[in-house]
C-alpha cells in the first residue's frame, strides 16, 4: 500500500501552505469554458480554510516555455476558482519573488491566493534547485493534489515535495487510494478494457497489464491490429501490421500468464468514416475487404457485459470504437452502461482515466455511476504501465 501523509497528518493552522493544483483548464478568449479541475481541488482548499491555514496556489497552463506569454496567464482562473469557492481569491503576477513574497507575508488565516503560471519560469521543468528554493520561502507546508501532473520531475511536482513538510491534498489521496484499489490490491477477477487507435502508444500499458488482470479487453483500432496478427483480414481499418509479430507476443505473454485476452467477435463496418455513414454488421472474420471497422458488434458488447458481471474490479482506458460518431458509439456505450450498472449495484469497483476515456464514458451517461474517473491522462498511463510517478514518490519518501 502506498504510504504517504495528508493533510490530516500535518500541522496546518496559521502556516502558509503551498498547494500544487492543476488549474491547466480549457480556455477561450479568456474565459474558462470547463471549471471541472477547480471544482476538483475545492476540498482541499476549503478543508484548509476550515483549518485556518493561509493557502496558495500553485499550477502550471499550457507550454509558455520557460517564458511569460500573457495569454497564458492564470488570471483568468481567479473569478470562477472564487465563485466555485465563495470567497475573494487572490493573485499575484509571479509566482516567485518580490511580488509572490508580498502576497505570501500578507495572507491571514483561511486566505486564499493564487499565483502566476509556474511555467513563466524554465526553472519548473528543469526542476532547478534554485527556483525550488525561491518557490520554498514562500511557504511553511507543501500540499501535492495534481496527480495529473505527478509524472513530471517538476520544481512544483518533485523539488517542493523534498523541501518542505509534505503530503498529499485531497484530490490526490482519492486518487491514489482508488488506483491502490484497482491495480495494487484489488479485489478478483480483475478486468481491464484497453482501447484507443494504436497498440504502438500503449505497448507498456498492455505488457503491464496481462501481468495484472485477468480479463484483458482489446477494443478500438488496436483490436485490429491484434487480428491481423492472427491472420483475420481486417479490410479498409486502422491496423498497425507492422505490429503484428509484437501483438502476437502479448498475446503468448497473456497466455503465459493467465490472462484472458478478448478480441471482438463482430465489428460494425462501414464504407465511409461519417457520422450517420451506411453500415452493416458482420463478424470479424467476414469484413468485406473495401470497409472500415469503426465499431464492435452487438454480440461482442453483449458478451463483454456478462463478462464483466462475473469480475470484482474494472480499470478502464479507451473507447471501444469510433465513439465520437454515432452509429459507431454502441458498444462503447452499452458496455459502459453496463459497468455502471454493476458499479451502482455494489459489485464492481470501477476506476477510468486517460483521454478520450473521460468523453467516452461521459457521452455514455456512465461517468457518474463508475467508482472513480480520473482526470489525469499522462500520469493515469503512466500509472497504469507500472511507472514510478516522481511526484507521488516523493510523497511517499517524505512519510
Known sequence: MARFK??????????TVLVR??????????????????????PTIRDLVAAGAKVLLLSHFGRPKGKA??????????????????????????????????????????????????????????????????LARLGDVYLGDAFSAAHRAHASVEGLARALPAGAGRLMQEELLHLQSALGSPKRPVAAVVGGAKISSKLELLGNLVEKVDLLVIGGGMANTFLNAQGVPVGKSLCETEMAETARQILDRAEAEGCDVVLPSDAVVSREFAAG??????????????????????ATAADLA??????????????????????????????????????????LLSVAGGGD?????????????FSYISTAG??????????????????????
Open 6 to 15: 495528508t493533510l490530516d497528518d500535518l500541522e496546518v493552522a496559521g502556516k
Open 21 to 42: 493544483v492543476d488549474f491547466n483548464v480549457p480556455m477561450q478568449e479568456g474565459q474558462v469554458t470547463d471549471d471541472t479541475r477547480i471544482r476538483r481541488a475545492l
Open 69 to 134: 506569454v500573457p495569454e497564458m496567464s492564470l488570471e483568468p482562473v481567479v473569478a470562477p476558482l472564487s465563485a466555485a469557492l465563495g470567497q475573494d481569491v487572490a493573485f499575484a503576477g509571479d509566482c516567485i519573488g518580490p511580488e509572490a513574497e508580498k502576497l505570501a507575508s500578507e495572507l491571514a488565516a483561511g486566505e486564499v491566493a493564487l499565483l502566476e503560471n509556474l511555467r513563466f519560469h524554465a526553472g519548473e521543468e528543469a526542476n532547478d534547485p534554485a527556483f525550488v528554493a525561491a
Open 277 to 298: 455513414a451506411a453500415h452493416e454488421i458482420v463478424p470479424v472474420t467476414a469484413v468485406p475487404q473495401d470497409t472500415m471497422i469503426l465499431d464492435a458488434g452487438p
Open 306 to 347: 456478462r463478462r464483466l458481471s462475473a469480475c470484482k474490479t474494472l480499470v478502464w482506458n479507451g473507447p471501444l470504437g469510433c465513439f465520437e460518431m454515432p452509429p459507431f458509439d454502441a458498444a462503447t456505450n452499452s458496455v459502459a452502461q453496463a459497468a455502471a450498472a454493476l458499479t451502482k449495484s455494489g459489485s
Open 357 to 369: 476515456t473521460v468523453a467516452a464514458l461521459a457521452h455514455a451517461g456512465a461517468d457518474k455511476d
Open 378 to 399: 499522462g500520469a493515469f498511463l503512466e500509472w497504469l504501465e507500472g511507472k514510478t510517478l516522481p511526484g507521488v514518490q516523493a510523497l511517499e519518501d517524505a512519510a
